[in-house]
């Protein structure tokens, strides 16, 4: 088999950028030196979308123009010309210099754009073929039923032995979800070639066009409204040549109102209506015509603070406008992270990613990515599905990594807090959280019960009956008794609290584990060819010796759980036996106790940070140790300069930090930055959901 792999549509609108994008993600997260490939382009790299879109997400290095072959103008004359088997060269050799630096190539096929598409097909197996790359055909399967889907997979894998062909596997896209399960029990059972088939149902995130797509499209100028929004789809288009009263009764959530210009009264009318509770929200609006609002509408809609509405104007009439509208395809860009998030969720949700690996023939690595690590995040946490809980519902930041979470489909999420107002934020946002839980403290009937608990656990401290009951009305210590009763299994906070808030609850009745006397973290941080894990870089300021062999062990064992060897090194500002002072003793000591408490862990101190990161200083400083050169777990004596450590090289080696993890509670309780990216709280939410399918609690 191949080091590469050849992603063609069998036709148009076949949706193959989701089969790119889930491709990619599964061979990133290996540590694979990734190429991307296509034979032919429009015109260029700039404007071919796919290249965009994974040059973008995942840092392919190679100059773009070694990431295609030729143009479809040189091909289609090549063609003409009957001279395929000097362009199969062309490519072949422009394929084969690419090949030769990476470890893997993805190779996408033609976008049904330039040739006959009864012949278009044909030229991407023929490609396939001399370029000797295995296919994985993707077929359309929208508005088809289960048995004609069967019947198009058999006939095109029996068509593509005959062309002697190899298939990795046929993904079959956009397939109703009914189809769609009985598709792919069928194929299970017959698997006629042993070419694995894989069903991947229809998304209605990816079969729309946002309101950026077609303002693109249309090259539509901006008048109002938030850029947040233009990442909203369209779920269909409404023509307003009515009056605004009957036109009214005529919306439906999440359409685009195309309108002439001069019709003030539809526009304001819209905008109201989108924020009203009796009416849709809409996706956008469309002023046609070239006419733009007087000047004192403008100024009233300038002062809609509540409305976001994206406000386009176009010069075309409405007829045309509507015609073109209608004719944008919906596409996946790198600014849409929930159209990725989507998409990656179809593929990874639909795909026995462990059977494909089996057919894909590569060069493993040892490196270790920053995307392989985060990737190998979603994968663990997608294992054994857990239920997270996130105390701040009303904030932005969290909604948003709720809503990735959900589109990837790898865990259960409870939102906490007001309900209206969650669901008002989701709606502004123009997000989709179907399916999410939302819980408001104050109104719930778990408060009750919860008070009583926290009465029971808290009363040896004088807190009374009254006072439990009045706790449970604080997110933080609500979402924690949730993971206590095991209604969750993690919670994550600190996005608008401080650490504070957020550990407080779990120390008063989670506690810490049977053995582990205190409560630390540890960051990962991501170098571009391994990963790092230091500990305690956030919660305690100064440990004693007893408290850092306990930070120590924790942060092994949390090493451990996320697939890394620990060899712990005890940093000091000696190594071995060269220095002396107080300092120096603790760390020594805490070696000692360590070592007590885990015989078996590779564990070296007191150690500098160099002998134990750099070989070469490990062979003079330390010959003789385990863990010098090679260490992965850094303990740092104090929380100075582990704090310091972890953001020097986190800002100097362009390095990818995760946390802070908490660890040593009975049950997982992560605490973020009140500066934290949605990123950092979608990996701090996998993290939780990791931690929890393998932690127990002793309550």
Same mark, same amino acid.
């Given at each position: 088999?191949?080091?590469?792999?050849?992603?063609?549509?069998?036709?148009?609108?076949?949706?193959?950028?989701?089969?790119?994008?889930?491709?990619?993600?599964?061979?990133?997260?290996?540590?694979?030196?990734?190429?991307?490939?296509?034979?032919?382009?429009?015109?260029?790299?700039?404007?071919?979308?796919?290249?965009?879109?994974?040059?973008?997400?995942?840092?392919?290095?190679?100059?773009?123009?070694?990431?295609?072959?030729?143009?479809?103008?040189?091909?289609?004359?090549?063609?003409?010309?009957?001279?395929?088997?000097?362009?199969?060269?062309?490519?072949?050799?422009?394929?084969?210099?690419?090949? !030769?630096?990476?470890?893997?190539?993805?190779?996408?096929?033609?976008?049904?754009?330039?040739?006959?598409?009864?012949?278009?097909?044909?030229?991407?197996?023929?490609?396939?073929?001399?370029?000797?790359?295995?296919?994985?055909?993707?077929?359309?399967?929208?508005?088809?039923?289960?048995?004609?889907?069967?019947?198009?997979?058999?006939?095109?894998?029996?068509?593509?032995?005959?062309?002697?062909?190899?298939?990795?596997?046929?993904?079959?896209?956009?397939?109703?979800?009914?189809?769609?399960?009985?598709?792919?029990?069928?194929?299970?059972?017959?698997?006629?070639?042993?070419?694995?088939?894989?069903?991947?149902?229809?998304?209605?995130?990816?079969?729309?066009?946002?309101?950026?797509?077609?303002?693109?499209?249309?090259?539509?100028?901006?008048?109002?409204?938030?850029?947040?929004?233009?990442?909203?789809?369209?779920?269909?288009?409404?023509?307003?040549?009515?009056?605004?009263?009957?036109?009214?009764?005529?919306?439906?959530?999440?359409?685009?109102?195309?309108?002439?210009?001069?019709?003030?009264?539809?526009?304001?009318?819209?905008?109201?209506?989108?924020?009203?509770?009796?009416?849709?929200?809409?996706?956008?609006?469309?002023?046609?015509?070239?006419?733009?609002?007087?000047?004192?509408?403008?100024?009233?809609?300038?002062?809609?603070?509540?409305?976001?509405?994206?406000?386009?104007?176009?010069?075309?009439?409405?007829?045309?406008?509507?015609?073109?509208?209608?004719?944008?395809?919906?596409?996946?860009?790198?600014?849409?992270?929930?159209?990725?998030?989507?998409? @990656?969720?179809?593929?990874?949700?639909?795909?026995? @990613?462990?059977?494909?690996?089996?057919?894909?023939?590569?060069?493993?690595?040892?490196?270790?990515?920053?995307?392989?690590?985060? !990737?190998?995040?979603?994968?663990?946490?997608?294992?054994?599905?857990?239920?997270?809980?996130?105390?701040?519902?009303?904030?932005?930041?969290?909604?948003?990594?709720?809503?990735?979470?959900?589109?990837?489909?790898?865990?259960?999420?409870?939102?906490?807090?007001?309900?209206?107002?969650?669901?008002?934020?989701?709606?502004?946002?123009?997000?989709?959280?179907?399916?999410?839980?939302?819980?408001?403290?104050?109104?719930?009937?778990?408060?009750?019960?919860?008070?009583?608990?926290?009465?029971?656990?808290?009363?040896?401290?004088?807190?009374?009956?009254?006072?439990?009951?009045?706790?449970?009305?604080?997110?933080?210590?609500?979402?924690?008794?949730?993971?206590?009763?095991?209604?969750?299994?993690?919670?994550?906070?600190?996005?608008?609290?401080?650490?504070?808030?957020?550990?407080?609850?779990?120390?008063?009745?989670?506690?810490?584990?049977?053995?582990?006397?205190?409560?630390?973290?540890?960051?990962?941080?991501?170098?571009?060819?391994?990963?790092?894990?230091?500990?305690?870089?956030?919660?305690?300021?100064?440990?004693?010796?007893?408290?850092?062999? !306990?930070?120590?062990?924790?942060?092994?064992?949390?090493?451990?759980?996320?697939?890394?060897?620990?060899?712990?090194?005890?940093?000091?500002?000696?190594?071995?036996?060269?220095?002396?002072?107080?300092?120096?003793?603790?760390?020594?000591?805490?070696?000692?106790?360590?070592?007590?408490?885990?015989?078996?862990?590779?564990?070296?101190?007191?150690?500098?940070?160099?002998?134990?990161?750099?070989?070469?200083?490990?062979?003079?400083?330390?010959?003789?140790?385990?863990?010098?050169?090679?260490?992965?777990?850094?303990?740092?004596?104090?929380?100075?300069?582990?704090?310091?450590?972890?953001?020097?090289?986190?800002?100097?080696?362009?390095?990818?930090?995760?946390?802070?993890?908490?660890?040593?509670?009975?049950?997982?309780?992560?605490?973020?930055?009140?500066?934290?990216?949605?990123?950092?709280?979608?990996?701090?939410?996998?993290?939780?959901?990791?931690?929890?399918?393998?932690?127990?609690?002793?309550?």
């Amino acid at each position: 088999m191949s080091n590469s792999v050849y992603i063609a549509g069998t036709g148009p609108a076949t949706g193959k950028s989701v089969v790119v994008l889930g491709m990619m993600e599964l061979l990133s997260r290996r540590g694979r030196r990734i190429g991307f490939f296509r034979p032919v382009v429009e015109k260029d790299t700039i404007s071919d979308h796919l290249i965009g879109l994974v040059t973008s997400r995942y840092d392919i290095q190679p100059p773009r123009e070694s990431m295609f072959g030729t143009t479809h103008s040189i091909a289609r004359e090549m063609i003409s010309r009957h001279r395929e088997n000097e362009l199969y060269s062309l490519i072949l050799e422009k394929f084969r210099s690419l090949a !030769h630096e990476c470890d893997f190539v993805v190779c996408v096929g033609t976008d049904y754009t330039a040739m006959h598409l009864a012949l278009e097909f044909d030229f991407n197996v023929e490609l396939a073929r001399n370029l000797g790359v295995p296919l994985m055909p993707v077929v359309a399967g929208q508005g088809r039923e289960a048995g004609s889907i069967v019947d198009a997979v058999r006939i095109l894998t029996e068509f593509l032995q005959e062309r002697k062909c190899d298939v990795l596997s046929v993904m079959v896209n956009r397939v109703t979800p009914e189809a769609a399960a009985e598709a792919a029990a069928r194929f299970q059972e017959m698997s006629p070639t042993g070419i694995p088939v894989f069903v991947l149902p229809a998304h209605p995130l990816l079969d729309k066009p946002t309101v950026g797509e077609i303002q693109r499209a249309l090259g539509a100028e901006m008048l109002h409204g938030d850029v947040q929004r233009l990442n909203r789809e369209v779920a269909r288009t409404k023509v307003a040549a009515m009056k605004l009263p009957n036109f009214l009764d005529r919306l439906e959530e999440g359409c685009l109102v195309i309108t002439p210009g001069d019709r003030s009264d539809i526009m304001i009318g819209t905008l109201a209506a989108d924020v009203s509770i009796f009416y849709p929200g809409v996706a956008g609006i469309v002023l046609t015509g070239g006419f733009k609002p007087a000047p004192q509408v403008q100024r009233l809609i300038e002062g809609l603070t509540h409305t976001a509405v994206p406000v386009l104007a176009v010069t075309t009439d409405t007829f045309v406008t509507a015609t073109q509208v209608n004719t944008v395809c919906a596409a996946i860009t790198p600014e849409n992270q929930r159209k990725i998030a989507g998409a @990656l969720g179809v593929f990874e949700t639909n795909v026995d @990613l462990r059977r494909l690996e089996r057919h894909i023939a590569v060069l493993r690595s040892s490196r270790v990515t920053p995307l392989m690590f985060q !990737h190998d995040l979603m994968s663990r946490a997608r294992s054994k599905r857990r239920c997270i809980v996130l105390p701040e519902g009303t904030e932005e930041r969290i909604l948003r990594a709720a809503e990735i979470m959900r589109l990837r489909d790898v865990l259960d999420i409870t939102l906490l807090g007001n309900v209206g107002e969650i669901e008002e934020k989701i709606t502004a946002f123009g997000l989709s959280l179907d399916g999410v839980k939302i819980i408001d403290p104050v109104a719930s009937e778990l408060r009750e019960e919860f008070g009583q608990t926290y009465f029971e656990l808290r009363r040896h401290k004088g807190i009374s009956l009254q006072m439990a009951f009045d706790a449970m009305a604080d997110v933080s210590t609500f979402g924690t008794m949730m993971v206590y009763r095991g209604l969750a299994d993690g919670m994550v906070s600190g996005a608008v609290h401080t650490t504070q808030h957020t550990i407080r609850p779990a120390l008063e009745f989670v506690k810490t584990k049977p053995g582990c006397s205190i409560v630390s973290s540890v960051f990962f941080i991501c170098l571009p060819d391994r990963v790092l894990v230091y500990g305690d870089c956030a919660i305690n300021p100064d440990p004693n010796a007893e408290q850092l062999a !306990h930070i120590a062990v924790s942060s092994a064992e949390t090493a451990q759980g996320f697939g890394i060897e620990p060899r712990v090194a005890m940093l000091s500002y000696s190594t071995g036996e060269s220095g002396k002072g107080a300092d120096v003793e603790k760390v020594r000591e805490a070696t000692r106790l360590a070592k007590h408490l885990r015989p078996g862990l590779m564990l070296e101190g007191p150690i500098q940070y160099d002998a134990a990161i750099d070989p070469d200083v490990a062979r003079v400083k330390l010959p003789r140790s385990e863990v010098a050169g090679r260490a992965t777990v850094f303990i740092f004596p104090d929380l100075n300069s582990g704090n310091n450590a972890y953001k020097a090289v986190q800002r100097s080696a362009d390095a990818v930090a995760i946390g802070p993890v908490l660890q040593g509670l009975n049950k997982p309780v992560n605490d973020l930055s009140r500066g934290c990216t949605v990123a950092d709280i979608v990996n701090t939410i996998a993290i939780t959901a990791i931690q929890a399918q393998t932690e127990g609690m002793t309550p």
